[in-house]
Structures are given as C-alpha cells and as structure tokens.
C-alpha cells in the first residue's frame, strides 16, 4: 500500500499525539503487560506493546493502516495493568481520528458504524438505535444482519421503535466540534 507519511512526518504527528494524551513513549519498555490483558488481542494485527513502539519509531504510517486502531474497546486494561499507566486507548483513539481524516481504514464496516453513530448523536443528542441499525444494514449491505433479534429486543424495551432526542442538542454539537477539533472541552 501506498506511504502515506514518511518517518520524519510521522515522528511529528506520533510526538503530537503522545503529547496531546499525556504519555511519554520512551518509557514504556515493552513488557508486553498490555497485550497480554487485552480482550481484543485476538482480532488485533498490532498488539497494544506494537503500537507503542511504531509510534516511539514515528511509524505513523503502519499505525494508521493497522485494524487494531477500529477494534481497540476504550476498556483500559492495559492502562490498569502497564507499570507507567501509559494511556493506549487514548494513542489509539487519536491515531484512528487522524487515519479518518486521511481517509484510511483498514476495517471498512467498522468506520462505517462509527460515522452513523456519530451522526445520529450529533443529530439527536443521543444515540438512536433504530436509525443506527437500518442504515448501518442498508449502507454495509448486510440487510438481515441482526434482524431476527428485533422482536425480542423491542419485547424486552431494549430498543424503542420512536425517536427521541436530548433537548440541549447545541450543547452535545459543540462539544463534539471541540473534541473534533482538539481542543479542551468548555
Ligand atoms: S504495559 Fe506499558 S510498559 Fe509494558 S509494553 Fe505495555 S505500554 Fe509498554
Ligand atoms: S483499551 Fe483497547 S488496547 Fe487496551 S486493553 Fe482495552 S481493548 Fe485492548
């Protein structure tokens, strides 16, 4: 696949975002504690310790491409278990907003969740699992998936067949913008 940042450029952002997540990248010494409590390990292609060391190399580039930057599940573990409480989640979170701005992902289905569960949160101010789930299914092409448990799900008032929203919606887009674009929440 095609370099899309070079080392030096990639020094740069993987510097910017160690920064911005408050973790020092040298001083993790690849104990491997991390990946050894991750939950996702398995589905993972970079293991948690990996990412930490192609971003200490500024491998941006190997970081932006892997699918362990869409599976990662924010759970902690590793931060819990790492003896500097190197912060993972954070590094990978902000190295996938940077792939999704260059428009790189290596797990299509999973950016595409991600984008229409952003956009009924910014639409509605929450979360809204109907709207989640048809467009998810018509836009992924995957137009039974899950299908079989809606009435079960709409019997246990899981999910709701109405729409609601919050009503400060302005509030949740702008704090969304702020996240977006780097900056300290107000
Ligand atoms: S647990 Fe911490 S120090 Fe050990 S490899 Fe993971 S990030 Fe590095
Ligand atoms: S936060 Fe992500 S990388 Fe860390 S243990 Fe959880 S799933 Fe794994």
Redesign the pocket.
């Known amino acids: 696949m095609e370099k899309i940042l070079n080392r030096e450029e990639g020094k740069l952002l993987a510097d910017r975002i160690a920064k911005e997540a408050n973790v020092a990248l040298d ?9 050894a409590g991750c939950p996702m390990a398995n589905s993972y292609d970079l293991m ?2 990996q990412i ?2 192609l971003m200490h190399l500024g491998d941006m580039d190997t970081v932006m491409k892997s699918k362990t930057i869409w599976l990662c599940a924010s759970c902690h573990t ?1 931060v819990e ?6 912060d ?1 989640p954070t590094l990978i979170e902000k190295s996938r907003m940077e792939a999704q701005k260059r428009g790189i992902s290596a797990q299509r289905n999973v950016r595409l969740f991600n984008d229409i569960f952003m956009e009924t949160v910014r639409g509605f101010g929450k979360s809204q699992e109907v709207i989640l789930e048809g467009a998810y299914n018509v836009t992924s092409g995957r137009l039974l998936q899950d299908m079989a448990n809606v009435p079960q799900m709409l019997k246990k008032d899981i999910v709701r067949p109405e729409l609601n929203s919050v009503q400060d919606k302005e509030d949740i887009r702008r704090i969304m913008k702020e996240c977006e674009e780097g900056g300290a929440v107000k």
């Open positions: 001083e993790c010494y690849q104990c491997g504690k991390c990946s948690p310790r930490v060391h590793c278990r790492c003896p500097h409480d190197i993972i």
